[in-house]
């Protein structure tokens, strides 16, 4: 079973720390995601990475950058962390077949609460 | 720009009956249409995968279909039970790669 782990499920923060995500999967995917879900506003797409140290924006990078220095882990970083980025973070991971990703497989998520 | 939309947004129906969720997307350029489960507080469950060039596919009592054309994604759930009760997500994979999630539908079956 593709397994995919996000460190921490609940996290507070205050306003201007800088915080760190991380997500681990152990399927050896070439792909990983990072989003973000709120109420009303579904899953939005934050960053992705086809490969190591490659990273593409998504729709909202906006405050957000990441790192991906190992093929298993996909870091996000908020900077300055700032009230508006209160949410539930989901990393995603999958397989590229003949250039066309497969099925996306989620980890937990992390709520993030910044106070 | 690719956008999903789910109907309705939430349903609640009495255990057994058969329901159908439906999935609509404005851009048919897409590779596959995808299906996806989340309980209250966790991750997403991938349940279903369709590719561009396949009609529906089965897995238990899921059935999903695809209308490339129409843009338009329907999943079947037979004789639902309480444990079906989550969020239903639909998500449109694009030619740019990108996963297009709609806002999903909340499924309450009731005992």
């Known amino acids: 079973d593709v397994k995919v782990t996000q460190s921490s499920r609940y996290l507070v923060k205050r306003t201007g720390e800088k915080v760190f995500l991380e997500c681990v999967q152990d399927m050896d995917h070439e792909n990983m995601f990072w989003y973000r879900q709120d109420p009303g506003l579904g899953l939005r797409l934050i960053y992705f990475?086809?490969?190591?140290?490659?990273?593409e924006k998504g729709d909202i990078p906006e405050g957000y950058s990441v790192s991906r220095e190992k093929k298993e882990r996909f870091s996000l970083i908020l900077e300055s962390a700032s009230t508006n980025q209160t949410s539930m973070y989901l990393c995603?991971?999958?397989?590229?077949?003949?250039?066309?990703?497969?099925?996306?497989?989620f980890g937990p998520g992390t709520r993030l609460t910044v106070l | 720009k690719q956008e999903v939309t789910q109907i309705p947004a939430a349903l609640s129906v009495p255990e057994g009956e058969n329901l159908v969720l439906n999935c609509s997307f404005t851009d048919s350029a897409i590779y596959n249409l995808q299906w996806f489960r989340q309980d209250p507080g966790k991750g997403l469950t991938s349940l279903l995968l369709i590719q561009s060039s396949q009609r529906e596919q089965t897995s238990g009592r899921l059935n999903a279909s695809l209308d490339k054309s129409s843009g338009r994604s329907t999943l079947y759930i037979a004789a639902s039970q309480p444990g079906d009760s989550a969020t239903y997500l639909c998500a449109a994979l694009e030619y740019g790669n990108k996963l297009v999630f709609g806002a999903g539908t909340i499924l309450r079956v009731k005992s």
């Open positions: 995603a991971s999958s397989h590229r077949t003949s250039g066309i990703p497969d099925t996306q497989y």
């Open positions: 990475s086809y490969d190591v140290k490659m990273k």
